[in-house]
C-alpha cells in the first residue's frame, strides 16, 4: 500500500487542538487524506486532504461512523478503546493522541482495565482523570505518528 492510499481518521470531539495542528502538518506534507469525525462543527485549514465530517449527536455516532468507513491500513486517531479494538478487527492502525500504539497484543489488556476502571467508579471509587496534556505527549504523538505512517505505507 502507497502512503498516498492511506486515510487518517480523528476522533476528533475529544482530541486536542495541538494533535489536531500535527495532523494538518502531516497530510498536507505526505498529501494523505485525513478525515476528522465528531459530532460539532469544526473548523479545518484550507486543504484538499483536510476534511471534516459532523455527525449527529448520540452515543457512539462518530465511532460507528469511523468504523463504517476505516479500511485496513488506515490509520485512526482515538483515546477510545473499544472504538480502537473495531478498528484493529477491521485491519486499521490506531493511535492514542498521547502517542501510545493500539496493537492486537496490547488491546484485550487494555478492554479489561477499562472495564475493571468502569466497575470502580460505578461502586463510587474515585479513579481521577487523565493527566494534563504536555509538550513530551505532543512530541511522543508526533514520533509515533512518523513510525505508523512509515508501517501504514508497508503494508
Known amino acids: 500500500m502507497r502512503i498516498s492510499e492511506v486515510n487518517i481518521w480523528v476522533d476528533a470531539d475529544a482530541c ?3 494533535i489536531k495542528e500535527i495532523l494538518f502538518r502531516a497530510a498536507d506534507r505526505l498529501q494523505i487524506r ?3 469525525v465528531a459530532n460539532q462543527m469544526l473548523r479545518t485549514p ?19 461512523e ?3 468507513r476505516v479500511e485496513a491500513g488506515d490509520v485512526v486517531v482515538t483515546a477510545d478503546i473499544p472504538l480502537a479494538a473495531s478498528v ?8 492514542t493522541p498521547h502517542g501510545e500504539r493500539y496493537t ?10 477499562r472495564s475493571f476502571m468502569d466497575e470502580l467508579r460505578s461502586g463510587g471509587v474515585q479513579t ?3 493527566p494534563p496534556f504536555s ?6 504523538f508526533a514520533n509515533a505518528l512518523d513510525r505508523l505512517l512509515a508501517a501504514a505505507s508497508r503494508s
Open 16 to 18: 486536542p487542538g495541538v
Open 34 to 36: 485525513t478525515t476528522l
Open 46 to 64: 484550507p486543504s484538499p486532504w483536510i476534511h471534516a465530517l459532523q455527525v449527529p449527536d448520540g452515543f457512539d455516532v462518530a465511532d460507528n
Open 66 to 68: 469511523i468504523v463504517a
Open 88 to 95: 484493529l478487527d477491521k485491519g486499521g492502525l490506531v493511535i
Open 104 to 113: 492486537a497484543d496490547n488491546i484485550r489488556e487494555r478492554l479489561s482495565m
Open 128 to 130: 481521577g482523570g487523565p
Open 135 to 140: 509538550m513530551a505527549d505532543r512530541q511522543a
